[in-house]
Nanobody
Framework: QVQLVESGGGLVQAGGSLSLSCAASSGIFSTYRMGWYRQAPGKQRELVADITIGGTTSYADSVKGRFTISRDNAKNTVYLQMNNLEPEDTAIYYC?????????WGQGTQVTVSS
């Protein structure tokens, strides 16, 4: 079964940038709808951005204009470029792969934005 491995989290000052990556270990990556979610302490997990098989993207209102999701099917990888980060973006970020009968999560990567 597909495994998802995130990387690229870390500590950054407000206004800075980070780039997250999520690599799928197996499966037909191009058939997965991919998404990035986040969960802050004491809050529910929320959708940040996702990208369809055809490349159509959607974003949470709170990150529109600052975050960009993209995918490289040749590398089995989905990316999240995060610019102009705010302290409110501090959370664990999770990669997600969806397809019929599949809903897979990565282990998460911590993003901390200091003010």
């Amino acid at each position: 079964q597909v495994q998802l491995v995130e990387s690229g989290g870390g500590l950054v000052q407000a206004g800075g940038s980070l780039s997250l990556s999520c690599a799928a270990s197996s499966g037909i990556f191009s058939t997965y709808r991919m998404g990035w979610y986040r969960q802050a302490p004491g809050k529910q997990r929320e959708l940040v951005a996702d990208i369809t098989i055809g490349g159509t993207t959607s974003y949470a209102d709170s990150v529109k204009g600052r975050f960009t999701i993209s995918r490289d099917n040749a590398k089995n990888t989905v990316y999240l470029q995060m610019n102009n980060l705010e302290p409110e973006d501090t959370a664990i970020y999770y990669c997600n792969a969806k397809r019929a009968f599949l809903n897979k999560w990565g282990q998460g990567t911590q993003v901390t934005v200091s003010s």
